[in-house]
């Protein structure tokens, strides 16, 4: 009897709806910390919802703090960034806080509960699955196209509920786009996941064993026909004993029939000219090329059915001497008879990355000014280095824009990410804007999403964790997920 009363009590409790919303734009804020005077915590959903209700602590004044990266609640006569709330239950209230990002945080695509707040306040979700999908709690680094019609999306490292280790070979899913059904992006994604037989995500990649692989990730992807006229979706895949020691390496091809990657071409693995990252095409004269930018955008091969399985086609856009293969003991340069460099496109020939240029660098060989791709911060005009991002043309601009993450960043080793833009893709990428910050958490691989973009805006995510932080604590739900933020070009602390 005692016990059905308990149970009876839990199933009516109503809880107190506590709302963040972001003071420019007046829409929910996801990831910002409420914090009680005893350290109990809790985080908004991707409605910028708490679900508040703490037997003892109901119909009474309840001071919460509050903090999110990149935004800021307002400071009391104490120094306390908070507010006290009588949490009645089945009440609510609205919290306004400010953002000191240019680019705002949209909601939370991937793992547990994105909006389990907003369903225990009563409330409707605007996904399908607002509690769990693919039975999905982590998901790792995205990569995606449009192929026949639909988003393709394909993720790393995949964690499920039944124990801790998931699908290490590739996840996916697909969904419709914006205009032919699919959820608004300012909404969300609705994804359609591939899962096994339990309901979690299956592996996405057929590959021959390879002794001591472990892993398969994939990226690269680009839609083109093949040699009989038909559209395929080919990507290019790693198989790795650990994240820093790749196996193999070469092209797979997306099978319609069976819905998964098969190989198509082993690559020579110690070739850095390959299908990588975030590809987008460019009309170039009279051929078509395949870009893949990293973030530099310095690798491209022509977009034919032969040409992308032929490695030796790839080029590069480099100074170093043709046939060089970057080493730290080898590093030739090229130089014209007046002493300056030569930065071409080259085959056989490798390209510099920003940690690469800056050892050039340091060793004399180069000065930074004649790189076409010195980032430099707009404001202080520090020297910035690009650890991974994407490049993209924007109509709106009519320029291409690149939004990349920096490598040892003040606030976050690999947590700020920036805006750049240029006329060319080869450059000058120089002046950079930071767009948003996360204060010793990370945020890596952002990537744009073409296919979203509406005028003015550009959307972006990238997966946040605590890995490479420093931080031991993880965010409950939002580790090691995938998160979309929206940048408004037109604001102009980008110009």
Not at 9 to 27: H, L, S, Y
Not at 408 to 423: F, K, R, V
Request: hydrophobic share 35%.
């Amino acid at each position: 009897m005692a016990l059905s009363a308990l149970m009876s009590a839990t199933v009516m409790a109503v809880p107190f709806k506590i709302q963040v919303v972001d003071e420019q734009t007046g829409r929910g804020v996801p990831l910002v910390e409420l914090k009680t005077t005893d350290a109990t915590t809790y985080y908004t959903d991707s409605n910028g919802i708490v679900a508040f209700e703490e037997p003892g602590l109901m119909n009474q004044d309840i001071f919460f703090s509050l903090k999110s990266h990149g935004y800021e609640f307002p400071q009391d006569g104490f120094g306390s960034r908070g507010k006290a709330l009588k949490t009645v239950p089945g009440g609510s209230a609205q919290l306004s806080i400010k953002r000191l990002n240019i680019a705002e945080r949209l909601y939370r695509i991937t793992g547990p509960g994105i909006y389990r707040d907003t369903v225990l306040v009563g409330e409707k979700a605007p996904l399908k699955a607002p509690l769990l999908n693919g039975k999905v709690m982590g998901q790792d680094t995205v990569m995606s196209t449009v192929y026949k019609n639909k988003i393709y999306w394909f993720w790393g490292d995949t964690s499920r509920p039944a124990y801790p280790l998931g699908n290490f070979h590739t996840s996916g899913a697909t969904s419709l786009l914006p205009n032919q059904g699919g959820l608004n992006p300012s909404v969300g994604i609705d994804y359609d996941y591939w899962v096994n037989q339990d309901g979690f995500c299956r592996a996405m990649v057929e590959l021959p064993p390879t002794a001591g692989a472990t892993l398969i990730w994939i990226d690269g992807l680009i839609t083109l026909p093949d040699e009989k006229g038909n559209e395929r979706l080919v990507g290019h895949y790693d198989n790795l004993k650990s994240m820093s020691e790749p196996l193999a390496q070469g092209l797979i091809v997306f099978n319609d029939q069976k819905q998964t990657f098969e190989l198509l071409k082993p690559f020579d693995l110690k070739n850095p000219l390959h299908p990588r990252n975030y590809p987008f095409r460019v009309k170039v004269k009279d051929a078509d090329y395949f870009y893949f930018a990293s973030p530099l955008p310095n690798v491209r091969v022509k977009a034919n059915w032969n040409d992308i399985q032929n490695q030796a086609l790839y080029e590069s856009y480099t100074p170093l001497r043709p046939g060089t293969r970057f080493q730290k003991e080898q590093t030739e340069l090229e130089r014209d008879a007046a002493g300056q460099l030569v930065w071409t496109w080259k085959q056989n020939t490798a390209p510099l990355n920003g940690s690469q240029q800056n050892q050039l660098i340091k060793a004399g060989k180069m000065k930074a000014d004649e790189s076409p791709f010195r980032l430099t911060d707009k404001d202080s005009a520090q020297p910035i280095e690009a650890h991974n991002g994407s490049v993209f043309w924007n109509d709106y601009l009519k320029k291409y824009v690149m939004i990349f993450v920096q490598a040892g960043g003040s606030s976050s080793y690999l947590g700020e990410i920036w805006y750049a833009e240029s006329t060319t893709l080869e450059g000058p990428w120089q002046n950079a804007k930071k767009i948003l910050t996360h204060e010793k958490y990370t945020f890596y691989n952002p990537v744009q999403h073409p296919f979203f973009d509406d005028g003015r805006f550009v959307y972006f995510e990238g997966t946040y964790c605590n890995t490479f932080s420093g931080n031991d604590n993880q965010t409950p739900r939002y580790d090691y997920n995938q998160m979309m933020y929206r940048l408004d070009l037109s604001d102009a602390r980008l110009r």
